[in-house]
């Protein structure tokens, strides 16, 4: 079961919407500390108001397999129930996700979702058999995700919660979040603040994100929790994207987990990266190109001789770029990598927005 299960019995779940809907008066949800009237309706940095900006959701196969189900094998595997959020608190200029967190680029966001509508898509992934819910950038939208779960949660949503978040968090706000969310999977992205800020615009990304991380593993500690058919219940997972050029620093971020954390954490290291978004050979020349065998190997090299035994390493593969390109113009099925999990008419498995 769940733990939001228990807050909600508690009415503990109740207190945490309250105090997380308050800091919308003053927003202080990420490091940015913007300050504004968020339930008034003014924006700042993440271009973020009072209602939540979904994008899409949908069952989504292309998660760690613990988390879409796809080692269960077609007609097993029902995928991740993720809802993407629209808008960002980053501004990577390779995001594969441009068209939805960046304003003014690709589709266009609503003016935002009504929280019981929001509810109610969560119980639909649930009816369509997804192993949990996945939100995905839920950083700047965090106090209207909850009161949506407390909605769906009076409403029988029983799927543990997943937080997907480029860990640009703030750890006072993850507080609030212990035994809401049982599942985190940050992404770990920079080791670096230079990079940070010339590759995603955002300062004191490594001091803000390692104790954002560090916050996760206080709550759910080493041990990721698996039912009887392999998939996650209650942990931390820690995606590493090899960025080329060594941009991402994975070697002093893998040392930092190491040392500060637990060389039983659960890592994902990702090997997908292609130029995208803002990315030329002009602009930014040492981001547009794929990684090398070389670098992979090296990565790979560092798990080994730190320790790491828990978790994935994506393969690295020519075709990947396109089977892990999203594409928002179609929100009902961005990603691939569905097609390989749908059934034998190719009907998707619910529709989404």
Same mark, same amino acid.
């Given at each position: 079961?769940?733990?939001?299960? #228990?807050?909600?019995?508690? *009415?503990? !779940?109740?207190?945490?919407? +309250?105090?997380?809907?308050?800091?919308?008066?003053?927003? =202080? %949800?990420?490091?940015?500390?913007?300050?504004?009237?968020?339930?008034?309706?003014?924006? #700042?940095?993440?271009?973020? *108001?009072? !209602?939540?900006?979904?994008? +899409?959701?949908?069952?989504?196969?292309?998660?760690?397999? =613990? %988390?879409?189900?796809?080692?269960?094998?077609?007609?097993?595997?029902?995928?991740?129930?993720?809802?993407?959020?629209?808008?960002?608190?980053?501004?990577?200029?390779?995001?594969?996700?441009?068209?939805?967190?960046?304003?003014?680029?690709?589709?266009?966001?609503?003016?935002?979702?009504?929280?019981?509508?929001?509810?109610?898509?969560?119980?639909?992934?649930?009816?369509?058999?997804?192993?949990?819910?996945?939100?995905?950038?839920?950083?700047?939208?965090?106090?209207?995700?909850?009161?949506?779960?407390?909605?769906?949660?009076?409403?029988?949503?029983?799927?543990?919660?997943?937080?997907?978040?480029?860990?640009?968090?703030?750890?006072?706000?993850?507080?609030?979040?212990?035994?809401?969310?049982?599942?985190?999977?940050?992404?770990?992205?920079?080791?670096?603040?230079?990079?940070?800020?010339?590759?995603?615009?955002?300062?004191?990304?490594?001091?803000?994100?390692?104790?954002?991380?560090?916050?996760?593993?206080?709550?759910?500690?080493?041990?990721?929790?698996?039912?009887?058919?392999?998939?996650?219940?209650?942990?931390?997972?820690?995606?590493?994207?090899?960025?080329?050029?060594?941009?991402?620093?994975?070697?002093?971020?893998?040392?930092?987990?190491?040392?500060?954390?637990?060389?039983?954490?659960?890592?994902?290291?990702?090997?997908?990266?292609?130029?995208?978004?803002?990315?030329?050979?002009?602009?930014?020349?040492?981001?547009?190109?794929?990684?090398?065998?070389?670098?992979?190997?090296?990565?790979?090299?560092?798990?080994?001789?730190?320790?790491?035994?828990?978790?994935?390493?994506?393969?690295?593969?020519?075709?990947?770029?396109?089977?892990?390109?999203?594409?928002?113009?179609?929100?009902?099925?961005?990603?691939?990598?569905?097609?390989?999990?749908?059934?034998?008419?190719?009907?998707?498995?619910?529709?989404?927005?």
């Amino acid at each position: 079961m769940p733990s939001y299960v #228990k807050l909600l019995e508690s *009415g503990d !779940l109740r207190r945490r919407v +309250s105090e997380l809907d308050d800091r919308l008066q003053n927003c =202080a %949800l990420c490091p940015w500390q913007c300050h504004v009237n968020r339930r008034a309706g003014e924006t #700042k940095t993440c271009q973020g *108001g009072y !209602l939540p900006q979904v994008s +899409s959701w949908a069952p989504h196969f292309g998660e760690e397999p =613990a %988390l879409s189900g796809s080692h269960l094998g077609k007609g097993q595997a029902k995928g991740a129930g993720n809802v993407f959020l629209g808008r960002c608190n980053m501004r990577c200029v390779y995001c594969q996700n441009w068209q939805i967190s960046q304003p003014g680029r690709g589709r266009e966001q609503s003016p935002g979702m009504e929280f019981d509508r929001l509810a109610s898509i969560l119980l639909e992934l649930q009816a369509a058999g997804c192993h949990n819910i996945g939100f995905v950038s839920p950083t700047h939208f965090v106090p209207q995700i909850v009161r949506s779960v407390e909605q769906a949660a009076s409403a029988g949503l029983r799927l543990p919660l997943v937080y997907n978040t480029n860990a640009y968090d703030d750890p006072g706000v993850l507080r609030l979040l212990a035994d809401v969310f049982d599942i985190y999977l940050p992404d770990l992205r920079y080791s670096e603040d230079a990079v940070a800020l010339e590759y995603s615009r955002v300062p004191g990304y490594v001091e803000h994100s390692r104790a954002a991380v560090a916050e996760m593993y206080r709550q759910v500690g080493d041990d990721l929790v698996t039912d009887e058919r392999g998939l996650v219940q209650r942990g931390l997972i820690v995606r590493l994207l090899i960025l080329p050029n060594g941009l991402g620093g994975l070697r002093e971020t893998l040392e930092w987990i190491r040392e500060t954390l637990s060389p039983r954490v659960t890592l994902s290291v990702m090997s997908q990266y292609y130029p995208s978004g803002k990315v030329t050979g002009d602009r930014f020349p040492l981001l547009a190109r794929r990684i090398q065998p070389s670098e992979y190997d090296k990565v790979a090299g560092w798990l080994d001789s730190f320790g790491f035994e828990n978790g994935w390493i994506q393969p690295l593969e020519e075709q990947a770029a396109e089977y892990y390109r999203p594409d928002f113009a179609d929100p009902n099925q961005p990603f691939a990598d569905a097609r390989d999990f749908t059934d034998e008419s190719g009907n998707p498995l619910i529709e989404s927005h």
